[in-house]
């Protein structure tokens, strides 16, 4: 996209590279943000019902759709108050460090085969770091609040940081290590098909590994039942007691976009990604082999596909939040180090020992592993044809496309990629 | 510079921690309105809880000495708000005790009836409010929505949803108006099967199990000496309930009723009803065994409502005595103890002859309920002190009066 807009636009390097930059990220913003608003909205009607009453109603006309953008043009109206005791500085910036992480997960994950904005090859890692980074945004508000029940939140996070990490790290590690990649698209592909070859019904290990991992995600985005630093009955709002208006909506803003980032993450690795659970796509013909138009197309009910799983999850995370109790501190810990850690390194050891108890894995599953190898590391190639196409269509680019696909199909939405240093377009 | 790890001043330096006096209340939201707490915790772990009260203190007692005995009962709803019926009856006794007043029979059966029906809402708010503090919404709402229809059906009754006064010195303001069982029985037949729901969210819930069993343990000696009683009481497997063991007056009322002590006896509840097992986990006196009890008291309420309609139904003649508002009162004192949702309320009266009472004292269940706080309140975690607080089911209206 950058070479084409210099070669074809004639636009400076540098506005090139700028422009090549804001249009995922405007989208992904987007994609947070209204994403937040619709899970907001969903999370009131989802607790409504659960509750016997209706959420609701009256905002926007019809079951009250409109609700959390009137809850947000009250935030922004209000007054947004600093306490005397705060640490000023800190206390303004901790919810921008948690909004920033929040959205930076978004960057690599991929929402459709090719949908990506960064095809990291590590993307896995980077989610988990970026999530990791997130609950500084927590921390420095509780400790930068000057309220000793922020304090006592933050203190709480902390201590819950280091007790989901560890197992969360571990459940990611063996989808990794089945589809021998780190790339979230290159996972996700080796899903495709039927619902079976989800890596989730690939061994009993895996099932029970992503329980592991739905469990630790939830202590990771704060959650109920592991809700603990913001404890309302305890902690009165723990860490975000301090907070009003805009910049308490952007802890808000930071959590349910978080809850969508880890259900993606559990939906890419476990789940089959933007895979249906029936391949129809591929029947009738909706991929990138018959053209990128049809490809688009098949991208888009991937798309559907993939929203609409992490959505599950998300309710999932909903319902849990609104029939469980609290845990309490010490059993936090204890559940994620004493239980979750041992259970995963179990299922660790048991999937690598699968292949001695039910076979090699199956000839498509290796097949399918191999093609997703080569989409990610195509053979260097010389040819000047692909550079001619994509200089002939100014705004779609090919990036990790498969080399066995024609070279005409390209994807529109994904920006020049550093880590793809082979690509055809960085050839010249 | 290298630090030397065997100087004591360098390692009392390094890991000094500070411990910290947090405030917990009186806008506190899991205070149960207006308590007040000063915790003194290191980090997590609460080393003294203090409570303080107070802050709801509307001269409940001064009040009753400027009016009749009479004008005092709409006083008395404010006391427990959550109970309302309780604190009429409780108040109305005390007066027929020192008027030497019985009332007759029909009244007694409808007494009973609103006093337990009354029983059951007050106990469905304290177990929503106590999932409430552990950090589960929906039980609370479950809980409400029980409990709108009792106050539907108190509503019919006195026009009030809150504060009734209807129980009476004499008996009740008005007879219950016709259709009125009916609607009572639909209310229990519909509300009986529920009960099963708040035990698989609330009671045998692993979390919530894992949050009550063994916290706050409150053995039996410690709640006798400090005076606990109600549930509080019989949570710590004491067996003590004052319509059993009451004064004549007031165990009149419960003549003829089936029914047993909800306390554990030799290891084990009454077998009457339905429950789900005690869990390995819980001891006698922690908070489990509190909120058991009002659970299981709620099942027991819903049966001897059951009996007094029968009873209420069956019996012929007046459900009250008329007495004036300024019905003069003899020389002399009384003081009755009943057992109200949250603990024994008594009330003690003084007269010098007149119609206004020289002393209206009120003795209330949660104020002794609380002072136990202290003794049960530290070496426990944060999160456990709502958890502690919720299971005394306190309310301030009654602690400060």
């Not at chain 1, 990629?417 to 377009?425: F, V």
Request: one cysteine or more; proline letters at 5%; glycine letters at 8%.
């Amino acid at each position: 996209m950058v070479e084409s807009l210099i070669e074809n636009w004639g636009f400076p390097e540098w506005m090139a590279y700028l422009i090549a930059a804001t249009i995922p990220c405007v989208l992904l913003l987007h994609v947070v943000a209204v994403g937040a608003l619709f899970f907001i909205w969903l999370e009131r009607k989802v607790s409504g019902r659960i509750q016997d009453r209706l959420g609701p109603t009256r905002v926007g006309g019809k079951y009250g759709w409109l609700q959390s953008l009137a809850d947000g043009v009250k935030l922004i109206s209000k007054e947004d108050l600093v306490p005397a005791g705060a640490d000023s500085w800190l206390f303004r910036l901790a919810p921008y460090i948690s909004v920033s992480c929040c959205l930076a997960a978004y960057l690599t994950i991929p929402f459709a085969y090719g949908w990506v904005a960064q095809n990291l090859d590590v993307a896995v890692f980077f989610v988990l770091a970026i999530l990791g980074l997130e609950v500084f945004g927590v921390i420095l508000a509780g400790y930068a609040s000057g309220s000793k029940w922020s304090l006592l939140g933050g203190m709480r996070e902390a201590a819950q940081v280091v007790s989901y990490e560890v197992p969360l790290g571990l459940c990611v590690v063996l989808p990794v290590m089945l589809a021998g990649s780190m790339n979230l698209t290159t996972i996700a592909q080796v899903q495709s098909g039927w619902f079976t070859s989800w890596l989730i019904f690939y061994n009993p290990f895996l099932f029970v590994t992503f329980w592991i991992f739905f469990t630790c995600a939830l202590a990771s985005v704060n959650r109920a039942p592991f809700d603990l630093a913001e404890a309302e009955s305890e902690l009165v709002a723990g860490f975000h007691t301090e907070y009003s208006g805009l910049r308490w909506s952007l802890f808000f803003l930071a959590e349910y976009g978080s809850m969508f980032s880890v259900s993606a993450l559990a939906v890419l690795l476990f789940l089959g990604g933007w895979n249906g659970p029936i391949p129809i796509t591929s029947w009738i013909g909706w991929t990138f082999e018959y053209g990128w138009f049809w490809g688009t197309l098949g991208n888009f009910v991937g798309l559907a596909n993939f929203i609409f799983k992490c959505s599950l999850g998300i309710v999932l995370m909903m319902w849990v939040r609104w029939t469980l109790p609290r845990l309490r501190i010490d059993q936090v810990m204890t559940i994620c180090l004493k239980y979750c850690l041992p259970l995963v390194c179990l299922m660790l050891l048991g999937n690598l020992m699968w292949p001695w108890i039910a076979g090699p894995p199956s000839a498509s599953f290796v097949q399918k592993r191999y093609e997703a190898y080569q989409h990610l590391h195509p053979e260097p190639t010389t040819e000047t044809e692909a550079d001619e196409e994509t200089t002939a269509e100014s705004n779609s680019v090919a990036i990790s496309l498969p080399q066995q696909v024609n070279e005409k199909q390209k994807v529109v939405l994904t920006t020049s990629s550093t880590t793809d240093s082979s690509l055809p377009l960085q050839t010249n | 510079m290298t630090m030397q790890a065997d100087d004591p001043r360098l390692i009392e330096f390094d890991v000094r921690t500070d411990e910290m006096l947090v405030n917990m209340g009186p806008q506190h939201p899991s205070t149960h309105g207006v308590l007040r707490l000063v915790l003194r915790t290191d980090g997590e772990i609460v080393s003294e809880t203090t409570p303080h009260i107070g802050y709801l203190h509307r001269c409940a007692e001064k009040i009753g000495e400027n009016l009749t005995a009479r004008q005092f009962i709409p006083y008395t709803d404010r006391m427990d708000y959550l109970a309302g019926m309780n604190m009429n009856l409780g108040w109305s006794l005390a007066v027929e005790k020192l008027l030497q007043m019985e009332i007759p029979e029909k009244g007694r059966h409808l007494r009973v009836m609103i006093v337990e029906l009354n029983r059951i809402a007050s106990h469905l708010l304290g177990m929503g409010a106590y999932g409430l503090d552990l950090g589960t919404f929906s039980p609370f709402l479950y809980a409400f929505r029980e409990r709108e229809k009792i106050l539907d059906l108190f509503e019919a009754v006195c026009g009030a949803r809150l504060t009734y006064s209807y129980l009476t010195i004499g008996g009740a303001t008005h007879d219950l108006p016709p259709g009125w069982l009916q609607q009572c029985e639909a209310f229990l037949d519909q509300f009986e099967p529920n009960i099963e729901e708040y035990h698989t969210l609330l009671t045998t819930n692993q979390i919530f199990v894992k949050r009550t069993a063994g916290i706050g343990l409150l053995p039996a000696e410690m709640a006798i000496s400090y005076g606990c009683t109600g549930p509080v009481l019989r949570g710590s497997g004491v067996d003590c309930d004052l319509r059993r063991d009451g004064e004549p007056i007031y165990t009149r009322m419960y003549e003829g009723y089936d029914f047993e002590i909800i306390c554990e006896r030799d290891g084990h509840y009454p077998d009457d009803y339905d429950y789900p097992p005690v869990p390995k986990e819980a001891q006698l006196g922690d908070c489990w065994h509190r909120f058991y009890v009002r659970m299981l008291e709620v099942v027991q309420s819903v049966s001897l409502i059951r009996q007094a309609m029968d009873k209420y139904s069956q019996t012929a003649g007046d459900y009250g005595i008329p007495v004036r508002f300024n019905h003069k009162l003899p020389a002399g004192e009384a003081y009755l103890e009943t057992e109200s949702s949250r603990g024994w309320m008594g009330f003690h009266i003084v007269s010098d002859g007149t119609a206004v009472p020289l002393r209206a004292r009120a003795r209330s269940g949660c104020f002794s309920n609380l002072s136990v706080i202290g003794e049960i309140g530290h070496g426990c975690l944060i999160a456990d002190i709502p958890a502690i607080v919720g299971s005394l089911d306190l309310l301030m209206g009654e602690i400060d009066r």
